[in-house]
């Protein structure tokens, strides 16, 4: 099976912008969470999808928001970029209804840098 | 709020030398624990759970509810065992993952 695919792998942006990340998750897998990591922060929750439905959210602004299709690939946006934006956005899927009761398979995620 | 804490950002230790990768972890219910690990230029991946009891790769991590601790640990070192390694915690009330900000292990040959 492919792993989770992530895009775009890399992308500069400049503030003010908005940037669209796409996540393909396993075959079969309908949950998709996703997590920015930074080196002082480590990996901090986003959102988490399943079948369409959002169902938990972390602690960002309102300027990140996701979305999940019917055939479980999600997307996230990020707009009015800010140099604090700058990161490696990861996405996981999981088989499990809830995302973190199962085992997380990663992507390996979408750098990006906010100038 | 459920919080995880992992002490040591950087750890170094000889090869063959035993392991303790630290996390502690604060929440009221119980918890369910994993080990997540970054190999160099590999994705993140699941090393070990809690409900499972396994040990993988010579890690075994054992949960201490009155020190609210579940460290990994390995008692003999190898070089492949280099990684960043993440601890996470399951809240079963609300579901969510919630990731320490990782430890960054370096085996000494």
């Known amino acids: 099976k492919a792993g989770v695919t992530q895009t775009p792998r890399y992308l500069i942006k400049t503030r003010g912008q908005q940037v669209t990340l796409s996540c393909s998750p396993i075959s079969g897998h309908r949950s998709v969470s996703w997590y920015q990591q930074t080196p002082g922060q480590g990996l901090q929750f986003l959102f988490e999808?399943?079948?369409?439905?959002?169902?938990n959210k972390g602690n960002f602004p309102g300027r990140f928001s996701g979305r999940q299709f019917s055939n479980s690939r999600s997307e996230m946006n990020v707009s009015t970029l800010e140099l604090g934006d700058s990161a490696l956005y990861l996405c996981?899927?999981?088989?499990?209804?809830?995302?973190?009761?199962?085992?997380?398979?990663f992507g390996e995620g979408s750098r990006l840098t906010v100038l | 709020a459920q919080r995880v804490t992992q002490p040591e950002k950087l750890l170094s230790v000889f090869k063959g030398a035993p392991v303790e990768l630290k996390c502690n972890y604060s929440y009221s219910g119980s918890p369910e624990l994993f080990w997540y690990v970054q190999y160099s230029r590999q994705r993140l991946q699941l090393l070990l759970r809690h409900i499972s009891r396994e040990s993988i790769k010579g890690f075994t991590a054992d949960l201490n509810k009155g020190e609210t601790s579940f460290h990994l640990k390995k008692p003999f070192a190898q070089e492949e065992d280099s990684a960043m390694y993440y601890c996470?915690?399951?809240?079963?009330?609300?579901?969510?993952?919630?990731f320490g900000t990782g430890t960054r292990l370096t085996i000494i040959p």
């Open positions: 996470a915690l399951c809240n079963f009330g609300n579901e969510k993952l919630t």
């Open positions: 999808y399943f079948s369409e439905t959002q169902r």
């Open positions: 996981a899927s999981s088989t499990t209804r809830a995302a973190g009761t199962g085992e997380l398979f």
